[in-house]
């Protein structure tokens, strides 16, 4: 049998090549982009806490997100007594894990409730912020209160944290999560710290306009 022609083995590899270059050109363009990542870091209040499956505020929020058909994934990385140390914690590793274009801070309840010092919680959420926005991620920041029986002093720094750190970050902020129901028992669990299924939208409500603000092209 003749061999065949170095110029026709030539011709026919260049075919093969081109044809692979534009199947692999054709696959790349059909391949999906990844969804967005909005990544939850907090403790109980937004891990769910005494709910059943899929009442918690962050799981709302994931349906608000696909009604208004928003692309974006919401990962709830929240656990029941994590405090803001434990959040800087594992940060880094969720960061690095998800490549979130948004990250939630709730946290810092559990901080006041040990009677943790300040300094130390208002240094984990500055490095929490930091560490977020190094990545590219957009940070909205959500606020806490404690009862005043912990002394005025210590009530007034502690809401001051949130609100310094939000203004030297240029993060997003929420006050107080708990807007409009906190005074209501009624509205939280036999422990009156955790809320109840019917505190999650109002508590979703509250979160929504700053964090469609971030959402909105060219937000902060």
């Given at each position: 049998?003749?061999?065949?022609?170095?110029?026709?083995?030539?011709?026919?590899?260049?075919?093969?090549?081109?044809?692979?270059?534009?199947?692999?050109?054709?696959?790349?363009q059909s391949a999906p982009a990844p969804a967005p990542v909005i990544l939850v870091v907090g403790d109980s209040v937004s891990a769910g806490?005494?709910?059943?499956?899929?009442?918690?505020?962050?799981?709302?929020?994931?349906?608000?997100?696909?009604?208004?058909?928003?692309?974006?994934?919401?990962?709830?990385?929240?656990?029941?007594?994590?405090?803001?140390?434990?959040?800087?914690?594992?940060?880094?590793?969720?960061?690095?894990?998800?490549?979130?274009?948004?990250?939630?801070?709730?946290?810092?309840?559990?901080?006041?409730?040990?009677?943790?010092?300040?300094d130390a919680t208002r240094a984990n959420l500055d490095a929490m912020v930091v560490a977020a926005q190094a990545t590219g991620a957009k940070?909205?920041?959500?606020?806490?209160?404690?009862?005043?029986?912990?002394?005025?002093?210590?009530?007034?720094?502690?809401?001051?944290?949130?609100?310094?750190?939000?203004?030297?970050?240029?993060?997003?902020?929420?006050?107080?999560?708990?807007?409009?129901?906190?005074?209501?028992?009624?509205?939280?669990?036999?422990?009156?710290?955790?809320?109840?299924?019917?505190?999650?939208?109002?508590?979703?409500?509250?979160?929504?306009?700053?964090?469609?603000?971030?959402?909105?092209?060219?937000?902060?």
């Open positions: 049998m003749a061999s065949t022609p170095s110029y026709m083995t030539a011709f026919l590899r260049f075919l093969l090549a081109t044809l692979c270059a534009f199947a692999a050109a054709a696959g790349a806490y005494g709910l059943a499956p899929g009442q918690g505020w962050v799981t709302q929020l994931q349906d608000k997100l696909r009604a208004e058909k928003r692309p974006h994934r919401v990962v709830n990385a929240s656990i029941s007594g994590d405090t803001m140390a434990g959040g800087r914690a594992r940060l880094p590793a969720l960061l690095k894990e998800h490549r979130p274009q948004i990250v939630i801070i709730e946290l810092g309840g559990n901080d006041a409730l040990r009677g943790q010092p300040l940070v909205l920041i959500v606020g806490m209160r404690i009862p005043p029986n912990y002394g005025p002093r210590y009530s007034r720094d502690f809401d001051a944290l949130f609100v310094d750190i939000a203004k030297a970050r240029k993060a997003a902020f929420v006050p107080y999560l708990f807007e409009g129901f906190g005074e209501d028992m009624a509205m939280f669990q036999s422990d009156r710290i955790h809320p109840t299924a019917q505190a999650q939208p109002r508590m979703l409500a509250t979160v929504w306009p700053e964090l469609s603000r971030l959402l909105a092209p060219g937000g902060r």
